[in-house]
């Protein structure tokens, strides 16, 4: 049987979370939570590399066999972006790059516009880009065309664990957009990553919703199996809603020859 692998950006990935790496009480969880989690990408902010001091760059914290991600956080428009970015390529030696251009402080929303831009000039550079972005189709068809390697919409304003709020938005991102969706942000639950999964998204991204829990290590290793979950009910093909009841069992009766 072939793997189902996701394969955007040059990646192609038996696991389909990813893993932010903001938040975390103490930097040596994160090889736990990556291993509790299956997660073989994670995602950080240029600023938190800091090679004069060693007990504090994440990079030393993260497993070889595992993707970094850069993103651009941080970002006000995409002249920022970008310039993040080239510093993310030569301090990671990576040209995977999340683009993340916020100016909006109260409910850190992306900007679409600049971020299509963004996309554009970075894509032309050779790096693999993976816009965080509203749940919008046509920004999504922008950023595909700038060269765009997935797009990834958030489930409801970041850090906020209040789950799928987008869905409709997202199932049709996953309809017609043309690029892998991985759903970034707002994921709160295990159950919401396992209906993102349901829905046809290819990966699911999970920071605060492991970072704020009780127990992360085990919280990773629930989303684990919630996504594992819902991908195989996708892939095995979900069965239609009925508007009437349907009997499981014939309804005539037998016992008396009715």
Known sequence: MEKDLLTAGGLNLESRIFIGSGKFPDNSLIPEIIKAAGAQVITVAVRRFD????????????????????????????????KIARIAKAAAQTDLIKIEIINDNKYLLPDNYETAKACEI??????????????????????????????????????????LQTKEMIRILIEEAGLPVIVDAGIGRPSD????????????????????????????????????AGRNAYAAGIGEKSETARASSPLTGFLNGD
């Open 51 to 82: 090679f004069d001091n060693p007990k504090e760059n994440i990079l030393n914290f993260i497993p070889q066999n595992v993707k970094i991600m850069p993103n651009t956080s941080g970002a006000r428009n995409a002249a920022e972006a970008v």
């Open 193 to 228: 990553a396992c209906a993102c999964m349901e829905m046809g998204c290819e990966a699911v991204m999970i920071n605060t919703a492991i970072s704020t829990s009780a127990d992360p290590v085990l919280m990773a290793k629930a989303f684990a199996f919630a996504v594992k």
């Open 122 to 163: 970075l894509a032309k550079e050779g790096f693999k880009v993976f816009p965080y972005m509203n749940a919008d189709l046509y920004a999504a068809r922008d950023m595909k065309n700038a060269g765009a390697a997935a797009v990834m919409p958030l489930a409801a304003p970041i850090g906020t664990n209040k789950g």
